[in-house]
């Protein structure tokens, strides 16, 4: 198993930029596909991005196609997410999660996956 911590998140103005990480702990980091889900308050969870085991492969909410970018160092068992051009609607929590199960990207569904961090707030002001 594997023990996911999320950090960077923060305060940021209408088009600003934040790096978000997850630091993984435990089972070989570059044995899970990886993702990162956001939670807005009232909201259901949702997908956001996704990268294949050895990040050759990436997939993309339409929402945040063009301005999040989603990275992993396996070297450094940490997990990326580069969000620039921030909008007030990317207020949320957002989490990495990990899916064992899976040798490539097969879901966006957070049911797919498996391990999840605490979270870290990330706010977009107007």
């Known amino acids: 198993q594997v023990q996911l911590v999320e950090s960077g998140g923060g305060l940021v103005q209408a088009g600003g930029s934040l790096r978000l990480a997850c630091a993984a702990s435990?089972?070989?980091?570059?044995?899970?596909?990886m993702a990162w889900f956001r939670q807005a308050p009232g909201k259901e969870r949702e997908f956001v991005a996704a990268?294949?085991?050895?990040?050759?492969?990436?997939y993309y909410a339409d929402s945040v196609k063009g301005r999040f970018t989603i990275s992993r160092d396996n070297a450094k068992n940490t997990l990326y997410l580069q969000m620039n051009s921030l909008r007030p609607e990317d207020t949320a929590v957002y989490y990495c999660?990990?899916?064992?199960?899976?040798?490539?990207?097969?879901?966006?569904?957070?049911?797919?996956?498996?391990?999840w961090g605490q979270g870290t707030q990330v706010t977009v002001s107007s």
């Open positions: 999660a990990a899916d064992q199960r899976h040798t490539t990207i097969v879901t966006t569904s957070a049911r797919g996956y498996d391990y």
């Open positions: 990268i294949s085991r050895g990040g050759g492969s990436t």
């Open positions: 435990g089972r070989t980091f570059s044995s899970y596909v």
